[in-house]
């Protein structure tokens, strides 16, 4: 069964950076895409970024040149640096896996002070 289990996340100041890491159990790794969702209070949940297995990238508009999505297969992991972080990066974020269906870690808040 995957398993997906999420760390790196926690309260920052405006500016400041953070990386989050996604660890998945339980398969293959190298064969899933991965990738990093969000969802603040009271909205739905949106994409953040995208890694396919062979290691394209997709990032959603509002944090192109600022977040960076990677993977590292030996290890199982996939990251998401955070960079230059705005209140409005403050979420829960979610790792993604997906091969024909989707699995979902349990979330971990960012929080971008205001």
């Known amino acids: 069964q995957v398993q997906l289990v999420e760390s790196g996340g926690g309260l920052v100041q405006p500016g400041g950076s953070l990386r989050l890491s996604c660890v998945l159990s339980?398969?293959?790794?190298?064969?899933?895409?991965m990738g990093w969702y969000r969802q603040a209070p009271g909205k739905q949940r949106e994409l953040v970024a995208t890694?396919?297995?062979?290691?394209?990238?997709n990032y959603a508009d509002s944090v192109k040149g600022r977040f960076t999505i990677s993977r590292d297969n030996p290890r199982n992991t996939v990251y998401l640096q955070m960079n230059s972080l705005k209140p409005e990066d403050t979420a829960v974020y979610f790792c993604?896996?997906?091969?024909?269906?989707?699995?979902w870690g349990q979330g971990t808040q960012v929080t971008v002070l205001s």
């Open positions: 993604n896996a997906a091969l024909v269906i989707n699995f």
């Open positions: 890694i396919t297995s062979g290691g394209s990238t």
């Open positions: 339980g398969s293959a790794f190298i064969v899933f895409a």
